[in-house]
């Protein structure tokens, strides 16, 4: 059973960073693509960022110069570089993963997810 376990979530002032990171653990058998998803109060969980194992990344129009995802494939660990963070980034911020995936997709479809992180970005 895949675990994904995320840490780095806080609070920022606009214009501030935050880094997250998600630590893989039970995968077998399969490619993953990962990724990170986030949601705000009332709001629907959206798409933020998508990596495969060749470090091919797709980004939400909203994150798009802000944020970085990144994955280190010996370590099962995927990283996600939050810059100039604006109020409207406030959110809890998901890991997730997608079994049997070769190329990122530009919305993830995951069959794990992470407990989720908290950042609140406040102005």
């Known amino acids: 059973q895949v675990q994904l376990v995320e840490s780095g979530g806080g609070s920022v002032q606009a214009g501030g960073s935050l880094r997250l990171s998600c630590k893989a653990s039970?995968?077998?058998?399969?490619?993953?693509?990962m990724g990170w998803f986030r949601q705000a109060p009332g709001m629907e969980r959206e798409g933020v960022a998508a990596i495969d194992s060749m470090h091919r990344a797709s980004y939400a129009d909203s994150v798009k110069g802000r944020f970085t995802i990144s994955q280190d494939n010996a370590k099962n660990t995927l990283a996600l570089q939050m810059n100039s963070l604006k109020p409207e980034d406030t959110a809890m911020y998901y890991c997730a993963a997608e079994a049997w995936c070769t190329m990122v997709p530009s919305t993830l479809r995951p069959n794990y997810w992470g407990q989720g992180t908290q950042v609140t970005v406040s102005s």
């Open positions: 039970g995968y077998t058998g399969s490619t993953y693509c």
